[in-house]
């Protein structure tokens, strides 16, 4: 029996990926080569990330709140506020240094942002405390200021 020999350079005998919408139809199709070339793009960006949220915690470690606070904001709008990890340092930045506002606002962008997935109900309790936690430390803060003036 002889064995038939595939030509992988011709167009027609490279394995696709369907790729499939929210209502199931296919929305588009793409090589394996070019699955692959992406996979490892996201792998590349991942690691990228990874690495840049280690300056940012070593930044935060050694007191440079300023350039941790500028690599956290990269990565939270590089993730479009949805990564909580990064959003929770920031906030926790922006706590230590007694920027209600500006945590009040970031806790308020992701939480936006967050709650467009539906896999997401423990993340949005902890903004939701958190956010309390800011309210009443902006009350007490307020007071405070009011009583020395």
Do not use: C
């Not at 230590?96 to 992701?110: F, P, T, V, Y």
Request: hydrophobic content about 30%; proline content about 2%.
């Amino acid at each position: 029996m002889k064995k038939i020999s595939e030509d992988p350079s011709h167009p027609s005998n490279v394995p696709v990926i369907f790729i499939y919408g929210h209502n199931g139809e296919i929305t588009d199709k793409i090589s394996i080569n070019e699955w692959r070339a992406k996979k490892e793009e996201a792998q590349l960006i991942n690691e990228l990330e990874i690495k840049l949220y280690r300056e940012s915690i070593q930044y935060y470690t050694n007191r440079e709140f300023s350039k941790s606070e500028d690599l956290l904001l990269f990565l939270i709008t590089q993730t479009d506020y949805t990564h909580y990890e990064y959003v929770e340092r920031l906030a926790n930045l922006y706590r230590r240094q007694e920027k209600s506002s500006k945590e009040k606002e970031l806790l308020l962008k992701a939480r936006k942002n967050i709650a467009a997935f539906d896999a997401s109900e423990g993340i949005l309790k902890r903004i939701d405390k958190r956010l309390e936690k800011n309210a009443t430390a902006s009350s007490k803060d307020h007071r405070h200021s009011y009583l020395l003036n």
